[in-house]
């Protein structure tokens, strides 16, 4: 009796500890990926604001700019642009590369699927950097600047991914449906995405509201919007009618449902004012960033998590009271 008391007093010391140690580690990724999080989506922004301000070639050269780091003789808002995109995509490039040695060096402490995760992430980075020196060596190919993008994208809804499997250890597979309807109005807006890239660097829209000619790019454009909000709506009404799935997830999906207006408004005033005013633009590009966002969250969170912290360490007491 003795000893198995002590035991059970020594497995007690020891999961609190070890469960203090590894959510150390946890929160620092944790905190981690929220920065990346912030600075992918600036610079899914900035990118774009380069893009409509026609500031992509702004530096002639990669990947400094006038051959310096600052180029203070030749600093303008279009220098400034480009210039600023090169220095947040170095810092999320440097965040990546930071996430994954430290997850090599504590890769005992973390779950086994981490260090491969970011060895993936770095591999995105060195794609995305590779493809932002040809979009400028190919003076902005429509391709080039569609595929910077799209990997942006992928590396945003990869680092969100990676936050929610930290932070929910559990996976509801009763809930995999609503996964799935999530899914397709993420996969719409990517498509989306695409297509809007192709729209402005091909300046198939100013061809077609100015002279009604290349109105296909357009016409594809403004359709898709049609089962992206189908689709948003109709995951608001499941919501909605199950309660409690609308109560324990309402911060997002009232967020969703905004963007969506939103989205739908910043689109009408870009065609309206013939995409010459850049806030229009720009505000429908960070939109579509934060719907990609928000349907990525929705997808790999729990939803109905609930905190239970305390719950291994309240099974080992129940088990030492016994």
Same mark, same amino acid.
């Not at 005992?108 to 020196?133: D, E, F």
């Not at 109005?185 to 198939?204: A, C, D, E, K």
């Not at 963007?259 to 429908?284: K, R, W």
């Not at 928000?294 to 305390?310: D, E, G, Q, S, V």
């Given at each position: 009796?003795?000893?198995? +008391?002590?035991? $059970? ?17 946890? /929160? ?37 700019? +006038? ?40 890769? $005992? ?6 260090? $491969? ?5 770095? &591999? ?14 190919? *003076? ?23 936050? !929610? ?7 509801? $597979? ?9 899914? *397709? ?14 729209? /402005? @660097?091909?300046? /198939? ?8 000619? !290349? &109105? ?8 898709? @919007? ?35 207006? /939103? ?8 065609? !309206? ?21 928000? *349907? ?27």
């Amino acid at each position: 009796m003795n000893l198995n +008391y002590h035991a $059970k007093i020594r497995a007690l010391i020891n999961l609190f500890t070890n469960k203090i140690y590894h959510s150390k580690y946890k /929160s620092v990724f944790l905190k981690l990926g929220n920065h990346c999080v912030l600075a992918l989506i600036v610079l899914i922004v900035v990118g774009g604001a380069t893009r409509v301000m026609e500031a992509g070639l702004a530096c002639p050269d990669w990947p400094l700019c +006038y051959g310096k780091f600052l180029p203070l003789n030749h600093m303008n808002l279009r220098v400034f642009l480009e210039w600023f995109h090169r220095l947040d995509a170095f810092l999320v490039g440097l965040l990546i590369t930071s996430k994954f040695i430290l997850s090599m060096i504590w890769r $005992k402490n973390l779950p086994y699927w981490l260090p $491969k995760t970011y060895s993936l992430l770095v &591999c995105l980075v060195i794609v995305q950097g590779s493809i932002g020196a040809l979009t400028v060596i190919n *003076l902005l190919n429509s391709y080039s600047v569609t595929a910077h993008l799209l990997t942006a994208f992928l590396l945003l809804i990869t680092t969100i991914t990676i936050n !929610q499997n930290l932070e929910n250890c559990e996976f509801n $597979k009763s809930l995999i449906w609503w996964k799935i309807l999530l899914f *397709l109005p993420l996969s719409l807006s990517l498509v989306q995405s695409f297509i809007g890239v192709r729209l /402005s @660097s091909t300046w /198939s829209a100013h061809l077609c509201l100015s002279f009604n000619k !290349q &109105c296909l790019i357009l016409d594809t454009h403004k359709l898709f @919007s049609i089962p992206i909000s189908i689709s948003i709506l109709s995951i608001l009404a499941i919501s909605i009618y199950k309660q409690d799935l609308f109560l324990k997830n309402w911060k997002y999906l009232c967020s969703l449902f905004f963007l969506l207006i /939103s989205q739908i408004v910043l689109g009408i005033l870009s065609l !309206q004012t013939n995409l010459s005013e850049p806030f229009f633009v720009i505000a429908h590009q960070l939109n579509a960033s934060l719907l990609i966002a928000i *349907l990525t969250t929705l997808i790999f969170r729990n939803p109905y998590l609930t905190k239970k912290t305390n719950q291994p360490f309240n099974s080992v007491i129940a088990g030492f009271n016994s």
